[in-house]
């Protein structure tokens, strides 16, 4: 009997996918092995909150872009700055 349960626990920590059925999926049909999946309406504050997250993702990317343009701009300057003041020090 332990033997049985030990393989069980087992079996269940290395796949425990097999063990146990999708919660969000339902049978179709008695011979049908395949499922579909049982989307609930979101609730009213969902409806509102979703696009101002995705409006607020959007602009935030923009904004990293922005940065990114910018940061290049700033590195070559830096680069031209420190080449043109080597050549400074080595005409003097």
Do not use: H, N
Not at 7 to 22: D, G, I, N, Q
Not at 39 to 61: A, F, H, S, Y
Not at 65 to 91: N, Q
Request: hydrophobic content about 40%; aromatic content about 4%.
């Amino acid at each position: 009997m332990e033997a049985s349960s030990s393989l069980s626990a087992s079996l269940r920590r290395r796949a425990p996918r097999m063990c146990y059925r999708p919660s969000l999926a339902k049978p179709v049909g008695r011979k049908c092995k395949s499922f579909q999946w049982v989307d609930e309406e979101i609730c009213p504050r969902g409806k509102v909150l979703i696009p101002e997250q995705r409006q607020t993702i959007l602009r935030l990317e923009a904004e990293v872009s922005t940065c990114k343009k910018r940061e290049k701009c700033l590195i070559v300057s830096l680069i031209l700055a420190l080449v043109m003041c080597g050549i400074c020090l080595c005409v003097i």
